[in-house]
C-alpha cells in the first residue's frame, strides 16, 4: 500500500489500484504509520513521501523478491499505454502520471517499479547507462516505437524477456 501511495501520490488512487475505498486506505496508512514511525511529508522527494526509514528500503526489497519468485513485475506507463498490452498475467500495470511519469528513473531506482513503458514518438528518451537498465524496443506499425526500460535485476530481466521480445501488442 505504502508503494502505491508513493507512485500515484493519492489515496484515491491507490484506493482504485488495491480495489478498496479511499477511506479504508486513509486509515490503514495512518495506523501503519503511527504504528511503525512512518510520517508522511509532501515536500519530501517521490518516493520519500508516504515513508522515509531505511527499514522499509529492506521490506520493499523482500515484497519485490516475493513478487518476482511469483513471476510478476510492476510495471508502470502513461494512461492509455496499458490498453496497448492485453493481458499479461507477469504485469502489475502501475498508471503514471505527472511528476511520477516525468521521474520514473528515480522510480526504477528506488524499486518501487521494475521497468516502465515509454513511447518514444520523438526519440528524446536518453538511453539510461548500460549495466544499470535493460532497455529493449518494441517496434508498433504505423506508431511511434515503445520501450520497455527493465532493472537490471536477473530476476526482473528473466520475468520480462528482455533479451527477446517481451510483449504481444494489441
Known sequence: MVDLLELTGSTTAAAAMLQISQPSVSRRYRAL??????????????????????WLDLLRRGVNRHRHDCGVLR????????ELLGEHDWIEWVELSGPALAQWPRLLRLELLDAVLLENADNTIDRPEPGRLEVVTIERPAAAP???????DPSVLEIAGCHGAPLELR
Open 146 to 152: 515503445l520501450l520497455l526500460i527493465c532493472r537490471s
Open 75 to 82: 510495471v508502470g506507463g502513461a494512461p492509455g499505454l496499458s
Open 33 to 54: 504509520a503511527d504504528e511503525l514511525g512512518l510520517s508522511r511529508g509532501s515536500r519530501k522527494p517521490l518516493g520519500r513521501r508516504y515513508g522515509d526509514a531505511a
